[in-house]
């Protein structure tokens, strides 16, 4: 089979592609872990926010960043076996792997509410809870699950089964229904305390606990007939509750506390506390356990809960710039004057300063080992060994946002109120510039040794500066833009860009004489922006914000973020591999060939492609609008493998045979001379 260039992934609810990410730092991944299951004490998966997935085979000793199968929140996952596990969370997505989490498929289930829990007590069904009292049932091998009848439409927040007919749901004021029946029919308790209940776990067919707001705890020995109130456990919040046994269980607690009673309730002792915000934990055995939480926490315990590991590794806290002046040489600075640099494109990073713990914010690179970094109290930083020895100079009590060098000799700094700082003699000293303006300066970039431009400005005052004599002096090209300018890059010595506050993009074809608005579709800050030629260009920004246009900025795409943080920087080598830095030390890279263009919401729903049956065992039918006649067909599976490849016949209609593609969910995409159109579809 031919392998595509990218690897596709497809995501239903907001029907974007994007490629292959990875997580350079923290490792495995630094994303919310909501949830986590094991099938046994090896094979285990962990997912959470923004559709994060991560799998071990070796008991947690190391983690695999599976590529997600939507960018929505998981709340829920549950491993059947070693092959077959499920997950549901945000506005009823729900999806479902047979091999071990290479593909998956999109489980219809019926309600756009978000789902909070889910619990198989066997192999071969499952129940699934979520807000305004949503109740969900489903058999193994079903692709989609059944509504059931609910008593009550308050948030569910985690049920429970302790077999195939007999379960509990909890949530919100006080709500506990009861089945015996398998759902069909519900019996509720009545409220006393009507505080939310977050976590239900039972440690044996009769044995339950119920924890929730202000540390409220219930007990049942009778499968939840009757329910005793404890107030032992003084602590707030309980996000997760695991038992091993009627005596022996676990609580992650608000605050990132790991709790234990071995009496049945009656007593807790606080066994870990390291700050660490925790969401879930369970155990394996008696011995085994695994807690996971905020930034990527992943705790293991292989003692009974005495000793607590952590398998999140790297370097945390903000990063803000980031610079390759050679294929595998790149360096990031940010926080405490942190400064990272790799020599193997990002597949290790090594901390190789602490000259001074003032913040940092820009870093520009001559070649390998000559560079050049600047930040806060006016230092700017210089290297001629790679980052083993700086040299810091002193410029005055002033905030540098950016640096830049024309060439090896010509450099520049500029930041708050105006200020600008230019040396011609490669760093050894520096001279203030007047720029004749006191906002601030946030970006710089020149495009020959002559002409340069920088943006910056106020919240509700963008401004453009440029240079034509080498730096020496600066003329307004723009000072009302719409909103402050955080970043600028120009692909050519006329085309340029600049971004900023609530989603500003503007261009210019002119050499900055005119600027014109791009629609961004966004209203999130945009810190920083970069084009690999005069069509391809990439934005990023806060709570994650990734665009990326293939036309010039004619139209801006919206990736589904990867992360909830601030993106502070994108680079892009000669070699085509992206780097994007920002908030909790998160660094991820893609290689642009596989970082494909999205396909916004609008054009799928007036998508002409149809396809029948859907989903397919033997046979599916393709129907085009005429315009698409003798076109390119081709069918990816999730793994970006392309499986087939035909045209469209002289017909509206094209049928093709399918009998020997394995059962999963595909991708199909038709190619003609003015489009190129995608879809969705699943052999059974």
Same mark, same amino acid.
């Given at each position: 089979m031919k392998k595509i260039l990218f690897t596709i992934v497809l995501f239903f609810s907001a029907t974007f592609l994007i490629g292959q990410w990875t997580w350079q730092n923290p490792l495995p991944q630094g994303n919310e872990l909501t949830c986590i299951d094991f099938f046994d004490n090896d094979i285990g998966f962990a997912a959470g926010s923004f559709g994060t997935m991560l799998k071990t085979t070796n008991s947690g000793i190391t983690w695999e960043y599976v590529q997600r199968p939507t960018p929505k929140h998981?709340?829920?996952?549950?491993?059947?076996?070693?092959?077959?596990?499920?997950?549901?969370?945000?506005?009823?997505?729900?999806?479902?792997?047979?091999?071990?989490?290479?593909?998956?498929?999109?489980?219809?289930?019926?309600?756009?509410?978000?789902?909070?829990?889910?619990?198989?007590?066997?192999?071969?069904?499952?129940?699934?809870?979520?807000?305004?009292?949503?109740?969900?049932?489903?058999?193994?091998?079903?692709?989609?699950w059944t509504v059931l009848e609910s008593l009550d439409y308050h948030d569910f927040y985690s049920v429970f089964f302790v077999n195939d007919l007999k379960g509990i749901a909890v949530g919100e004021y006080e709500t506990v229904l009861k089945t015996e029946d398998g759902g069909v029919s519900w019996t509720i308790k009545e409220r006393i305390t009507y505080l939310n209940l977050y976590?239900?776990?039972?440690? *044996?067919?009769?044995? !339950?606990?119920?924890?929730?707001?202000? $540390?409220?705890? /219930? &007990? =049942?020995? #009778?499968? +939840?007939? @009757? %329910?005793?109130?404890?107030?032992?456990?003084?602590?707030?919040?309980?996000?997760?509750?695991?038992?091993?046994?009627?005596?022996?269980?676990y609580a992650a607690v608000h605050g990132g506390v790991i709790v234990k009673t071995t009496d049945g309730?009656?007593?807790?002792?606080?066994?870990?506390?390291?700050?660490?915000?925790?969401?879930?934990?369970?155990?394996? *055995?008696?011995?085994? !356990?695994?807690?996971?939480?905020?930034? $990527?926490?992943? /705790? &293991? =315990?292989? #003692?009974? +809960?005495? @000793? %607590?590991?952590?398998?999140?590794?790297?370097?945390?806290?903000?990063?803000?710039?980031?610079?390759?002046?050679?294929?595998?040489?790149?360096?990031?600075?940010?926080?405490y004057g942190s400064i990272l640099k790799t020599k193997?494109?990002?597949?290790?990073?090594?901390?190789?300063?602490?000259?001074?713990?003032?913040?940092?914010?820009?870093?520009?690179f001559i070649n390998d080992n000559i560079g050049f970094i600047t930040g806060g109290y006016g230092k700017i930083l210089k290297t001629i060994d790679g980052g083993d020895n700086w040299w810091?100079?002193?410029?005055?009590?002033?905030?540098?946002?950016?640096?830049?060098?024309?060439?090896?000799?010509?450099?520049?700094?500029?930041?708050?109120?105006?200020?600008?700082?230019g040396t011609t003699n490669s760093g050894n000293s520096w001279a203030t510039i007047n720029t004749n303006t006191d906002v601030h300066l946030y970006d710089i970039c020149f495009v020959s040794s002559q002409v340069g431009y920088v943006a910056g400005g106020y919240p509700g005052e963008g401004t453009i500066l440029k240079t034509t004599d080498g730096g020496n002096t600066w003329n307004s090209m723009l000072n009302d833009g719409p909103a402050a300018f955080f970043g600028i890059s120009f692909p050519d010595p006329l085309i340029g860009y600049v971004v900023g506050?609530?989603?500003?993009?503007?261009?210019?074809?002119?050499?900055?004489?005119?600027?014109?608005?791009?629609?961004?579709?966004?209203?999130?800050?945009?810190?920083?922006?970069?084009?690999?030629?005069?069509n391809h260009?990439?934005?990023?920004?806060?709570?994650?914000?990734?665009?990326?246009?293939?036309?010039?900025?004619?139209?801006?795409?919206?990736?589904?973020?990867?992360?909830?943080?601030?993106?502070?920087?994108?680079?892009?080598?000669?070699?085509?591999?992206?780097?994007?830095?920002?908030?909790?030390?998160?660094?991820?890279?893609?290689?642009?060939?596989?970082?494909?263009?999205?396909?916004?919401?609008?054009?799928?729903?007036?998508?002409?492609?149809?396809?029948?049956?859907?989903?397919?065992?033997?046979?599916?039918?393709?129907?085009?609008?005429?315009?698409?006649?003798?076109?390119?067909?081709?069918?990816?599976?999730?793994?970006?493998?392309?499986?087939?490849?035909?045209?469209?016949?002289?017909?509206?209609s094209t049928k093709i045979d399918v009998s020997m593609l394995p059962q999963g969910l595909y991708i199909i995409k038709i190619t003609s001379s003015t489009r190129v159109n995608f879809q969705k579809f699943i052999i059974q």
């Open positions: 998981i709340s829920s996952i549950a491993v059947i076996d070693e092959y077959t596990c499920y997950i549901v969370g945000e506005s009823g997505m729900s999806f479902k792997t047979t091999n071990g989490g290479i593909n998956w498929v999109e489980l219809n289930t019926g309600t756009d509410k978000n789902l909070n829990s889910m619990h198989f007590p066997d192999g071969n069904t499952g129940y699934a809870v979520g807000d305004s009292g949503v109740i969900l049932k489903i058999n193994v091998g079903d692709l989609e976590t239900i776990n039972f440690a *044996d067919d009769n044995t !339950g606990y119920i924890a929730g707001e202000s $540390g409220y705890l /219930l &007990k =049942t020995i #009778d499968c +939840g007939d @009757n %329910w005793e109130i404890f107030e032992t456990l003084q602590h707030s919040s309980p996000r997760s509750l695991f038992f091993i046994d009627q005596f022996t269980g309730a009656y007593t807790w002792n606080e066994i870990y506390d390291n700050g660490e915000i925790l969401s879930a934990i369970v155990f394996t *055995d008696s011995s085994i !356990g695994f807690a996971t939480g905020y930034d $990527g926490t992943i /705790l &293991k =315990t292989s #003692d009974n +809960g005495n @000793n %607590w590991e952590n398998y999140l590794s790297g370097y945390s806290g903000d990063y803000h710039s980031v610079y390759f002046p050679s294929q595998n040489t790149g360096y990031i600075v940010g926080f193997n494109g990002g597949h290790n990073w090594q901390l190789i300063s602490d000259s001074t713990t003032n913040r940092l914010e820009s870093v520009y810091v100079t002193e410029t005055g009590d002033y905030y540098y946002n950016s640096i830049y060098f024309a060439d090896e000799a010509v450099g520049f700094v500029c930041g708050n109120q105006g200020i600008m700082a506050l609530y989603g500003t993009i503007m261009k210019t074809w002119d050499g900055g004489v005119t600027w014109t608005q791009q629609i961004s579709k966004t209203t999130r800050d945009l810190m920083d922006i970069y084009f690999t030629d005069i260009g990439y934005a990023v920004g806060a709570v994650g914000t990734i665009l990326y246009t293939n036309n010039g900025g004619d139209e801006w795409y919206s990736y589904p973020p990867m992360c909830g943080g601030w993106i502070e920087s994108v680079f892009f080598t000669e070699e085509g591999k992206g780097y994007f830095v920002g908030s909790k030390g998160m660094v991820l890279t893609t290689p642009e060939k596989e970082f494909l263009v999205s396909i916004n919401e609008s054009n799928l729903q007036e998508n002409p492609i149809k396809i029948y049956p859907n989903p397919a065992k033997d046979r599916i039918t393709i129907e085009t609008e005429p315009g698409l006649f003798k076109t390119v067909i081709q069918f990816f599976n999730l793994n970006g493998q392309e499986v087939f490849i035909g045209k469209t016949n002289n017909h509206k």
